[in-house]
Structure formats: structure tokens, C-alpha cells
């Protein structure tokens, strides 16, 4: 029996640089971190040519004998049906599936599901590949069979893990470059960054989609935007490296902003809302979690606040995320 987990992870800077075409046209830059909120592949082999998967989030099992064909109409278990078209698998299988973050919370849970299954199938055929195969094939599962515009960022993450900044050179072309940053430091992040679930779920396909759309109809306006929100994320990772806590902050709230400048639609009122309450009760900086327009939200906090400011989010729609930082991304072993 296999195990293969992969973590989803919290987006600080860059977000949308990633995708095409921008990404190959000029180059993207993200900087992202992973938390312990995996998604988790437990596989093994059965004795007939069957593939069973058992999915602990909606307590629905599916069975799949013919895959030649790929069901775009199969809208309850779509990823995972893609997955397997992709794949082809010559094993029968039983697959049991779980995930630990909120669906539609723009941490790049179906990133994390999609390397998660991926990996432990090709593992449990026998197939090699490195971190970076998974993250590409991945990609191409969401976006080009499943039609779901999106970035290389939630992919990468999710197969290496750890605080990064990740560089979209055109296509698969993309460097993953680890940030070393003390231990103290690191934690003091930790102990500040406050993750709240709206309660709002996104779609981000469709955000990304907009986003696409107006970078084709208006590409200079556009890639003035995208080019501002690179440059924010090279900020992000100097504040990062140079650990100036209250600078990081800021550019959480400019990067945010000018988001939402660019599309409009990542920012809910509710959000604007919730974002004014945290400022007003110690917020050093937050922004949206992913592609926005619902999902989560992510602050940086005043380590002398953060009590205050968790009291005024209780009172609200929407729950608190516990989480740690993780330095690994995929991790394989039989059990």
C-alpha cells in the first residue's frame, strides 16, 4: 500500500504572473509558501483490471473499467477522471482520497489533489519522474483536458514545498528557488500570519479566464498591471530575505490592490469588509488567497494584536485556518 501527499500553500506575491500568455511573453514571478493541509493518495493494487476510488470528502465511491474516453460530462468527479484518461493506467487499483482544505479556498487544493494521485499511480506502476514532470503534467491535466485557465505556481508548489520564490520563464521552463531566511524569523511569520476561510467559495478557472481575456483585448494595459504585481513580488522576497516584518506586510495589501485594480471581481464586499476589520484591530497587511473572489484570506498581524484581531474574526462568517509552514511538498511511502 502507497501513500503520496502533497500540501497546498499560501500565495504572498505575484499571482497571475504566472499564467499564459504573460508568463511566456515577459516572464512570471511568485512567491508562495506550503502549509501542513495536504491532500492525501492512499493506493494499492487489485487483482482485476478495475479502478475503485473511495473519496472520504463526499463519501461517494466511483468505479471506473473504460477510460479510452475521456467524459467531459462527468461534472462529480471531472479531475479525477481526467487524471485517469491522461494516465492511462494498466493496474487495477483501489484508491482511497482525502483532503484537509476547504474546497474552493484559493489554496491550490485541486493543484495538491491532481500531483497527489498523479504521483501515486505512476509510482505504484513503476514509472519514474522527477518533482518537476508531476508539477508540468499536472498542469497540462487542468488546463488543456479540463479546460480550466490557470498558472504553473499551485503545481510547483505543491511538488517541492517550503517558502519559495518561483520564476516562469516561458512555458515549462520554471525555477523553484528556495528562501533562506533564519528560523527565528521564520517562525515569527508563523506565529503572525493569521489564515481566515471566508465561507465564500471561488471558482478560480473563471477569474483566470477574465484575467486572459482582458491581457488579450488590452495587452499593454495589462501587462502594466502584471508587470506592477512582478515587481511586488520581487519586493516580497527582499522583505523576505532582508526579515523586514512590517515591510512584508505592506506588500501584501499592494499586491491586493492592485489585483483588484486589474479584475475586479477577486475582491468581494464582504472581503473588503472583513480586510477593514483586521486593519482596524492591528492588521500589518493581507490579501486574497489565489484567484479571489471568495476562498481565503491571509493577514500579517501585530504580534502584540493578534489576540484582538482573532476575537473580531470569530464574530464573523467564515471560520479561522490553524496551519503550520511545511519544508517538504511531495512526499511518497509505502505504509
Known amino acids: 500500500m502507497l501513500?503520496?501527499?502533497?500540501?497546498?500553500?499560501i500565495s504572498f506575491g505575484g499571482g497571475g504572473t504566472d499564467v499564459e500568455p504573460y508568463s511566456s511573453d515577459h516572464g512570471g514571478f511568485v512567491v508562495n509558501v506550503t502549509i501542513n493541509k495536504y491532500f492525501r493518495s492512499i493506493l494499492s493494487v487489485r487483482e482485476d483490471n478495475a479502478i475503485r476510488i473511495y473519496s472520504s470528502d463526499?463519501?461517494?465511491?466511483?468505479?471506473?473499467?473504460?477510460?479510452?474516453?475521456f467524459?467531459?460530462?462527468?461534472?462529480?468527479?471531472?479531475?479525477?477522471?481526467?487524471?485517469?484518461y491522461y494516465i492511462q493506467p494498466k493496474l487495477g487499483m483501489d484508491i482511497f482520497l482525502h483532503g484537509e482544505a476547504p474546497k474552493r479556498a484559493g489554496l491550490g487544493a485541486s493543484a495538491s489533489l491532481c500531483t497527489s494521485l498523479l504521483a501515486g499511480i505512476l509510482r505504484l506502476s513503476n514509472t519514474k519522474f522527477s518533482l518537476n514532470e508531476i508539477a508540468e503534467k499536472a498542469y497540462i491535466i487542468e488546463t488543456e483536458i479540463l479546460k480550466n485557465p490557470g498558472g504553473r505556481q499551485d503545481q510547483y508548489a505543491a511538488v517541492h514545498g517550503g517558502l519559495n520564490a518561483i520564476e516562469f520563464l516561458g512555458g515549462n521552463n520554471v525555477k523553484v528557488n528556495p528562501l533562506k531566511i533564519s528560523a527565528s524569523f521564520k517562525q515569527k511569520l508563523e506565529n503572525n500570519l493569521i489564515l481566515f476561510y471566508t465561507g465564500e467559495p471561488h471558482v478560480s478557472g473563471n477569474l483566470v479566464g477574465k484575467q486572459v481575456n482582458l491581457y488579450l483585448e488590452n495587452k499593454k494595459k495589462a501587462r502594466h498591471s502584471l508587470d506592477t504585481l512582478k515587481t511586488i513580488a520581487l519586493h516580497v522576497r527582499d522583505s523576505l530575505i532582508s526579515?523586514?516584518?512590517?515591510?512584508?506586510?505592506?506588500?501584501?495589501?499592494?499586491?491586493?490592490?492592485?489585483?483588484?485594480?486589474?479584475?475586479?471581481?477577486i475582491t468581494t464586499d464582504y472581503m473588503k469588509n472583513l480586510h477593514e476589520l483586521v486593519m482596524k484591530n492591528g492588521g500589518l497587511g493581507g490579501r486574497v488567497c489565489g484567484a479571489g473572489g471568495g476562498?481565503?484570506?491571509?493577514w500579517l498581524v501585530n504580534p502584540e494584536?493578534?489576540?484582538k484581531v482573532i476575537s473580531a474574526l470569530n464574530n464573523q462568517t467564515g471560520k479561522l485556518i490553524d496551519f503550520k509552514f511545511t519544508d517538504k511538498g511531495l512526499i511518497l511511502e509505502n505504509i
Open 3 to 9: 501513500l503520496s501527499k502533497t500540501p497546498v500553500r
Open 58 to 69: 463526499s463519501f461517494i465511491s466511483y468505479e471506473y473499467k473504460k477510460i479510452k474516453i
Open 71 to 84: 467524459n467531459p460530462d462527468n461534472k462529480t468527479n471531472d479531475l479525477i477522471n481526467s487524471i485517469l
Open 243 to 265: 526579515e523586514d516584518f512590517e515591510t512584508f506586510g505592506k506588500l501584501l495589501t499592494q499586491d491586493w490592490k492592485e489585483k483588484t485594480k486589474f479584475n475586479p471581481l
Open 295 to 298: 476562498g481565503c484570506m491571509i
Open 305 to 307: 494584536k493578534k489576540d
